[in-house]
């Protein structure tokens, strides 16, 4: 079975830019059958979808983030990276990268990494 | 854009009782729902999908029901490790949006 592992800063300053990478062991990520995505949460709150990259690099972004979101694929060393960009305390959150499944319409996220708490602060 | 409303928001059982769960979404999503437990500390865990898929290793005591605009993740006879927060994720609208509901946390009575 496949395992993630987010690896990144775990304190951004305001305004700067939030970069984690997620490498992929046990799996391919140019399997066709999955996409690669973030999902973050807040302290005490819920899940948020951020955006999920195919390995041929087409993307998808929550529109409420959309403006300040870029995935990449590196297919090379099996790993995906997520940059956000003009952070404020409002993204402190644990990020979490997980896989996509897709198959018979399901787009479910069955392997999740243990998560990477960043903290927006000066 | 769907929205994903879980209730209720907290919900207390005791162990060996039934927990019904709730999840609404604000237009038909048709059964393309799945759900997800969580545990302090951990990443969430997927449970079921579809019509009713289960993800490996889930137990038989959890089951789910539902389509349109209207499901139910149901846990018979709750047991200990089943105390976590439940969330829901519809995929109807993707590409491009997946959408979870804000969770249901399941306590101990």
């Known amino acids: 079975q496949p395992q993630l592992q987010e690896s990144g800063p775990g304190l951004v300053k305001p305004s700067e830019t939030l970069s984690l990478t997620c490498t992929v062991s046990g799996d391919s990520i140019s399997s066709s059958n999955y996409y690669w995505g973030w999902v973050r949460q807040s302290p005490g709150k819920g899940l948020e979808w951020i955006g999920s990259?195919?390995?041929?690099?087409?993307?998808y972004y929550n529109p409420s983030l959309e403006s300040r979101v870029t995935i990449s694929v590196d297919t090379s060393n099996n790993q995906f990276s997520l940059k956000l960009r003009s952070v404020t305390a409002a993204d402190t959150a644990v990020y979490y990268c997980a896989r996509l499944f897709q198959g018979s319409k399901a787009r479910v996220f069955d392997y999740w990494g243990q998560g990477t708490l960043v903290t927006v602060s000066s | 854009e769907i929205v994903m409303t879980q209730s209720p928001a907290t919900l207390s059982v005791s162990p060996g009782d039934r927990a019904t769960l709730s999840c609404r979404a604000s237009?038909?999503?048709?059964?393309?729902l799945a759900w997800y437990q969580q545990k302090p500390g951990q990443a969430p865990r997927l449970l079921f999908w579809?019509?009713?898929t289960r993800a490996t290793d889930i137990p038989a005591r959890f089951s789910v029901s539902g389509s349109g605009t209207e499901f139910t993740l149901t846990i018979s006879s709750l047991q200990s490790e089943d105390f976590a927060v439940y969330y829901c994720?519809?995929?109807?609208?993707?590409?491009?949006?997946?959408?979870f509901g804000q969770g249901t946390r399941l306590e101990i009575k």
């Open positions: 579809g019509a009713g």
């Open positions: 990259i195919y390995y041929t690099g087409s993307t």
């Open positions: 237009q038909s999503i048709s059964l393309n």
């Open positions: 994720q519809q995929y109807n609208d993707w590409p491009p949006r997946l959408t």
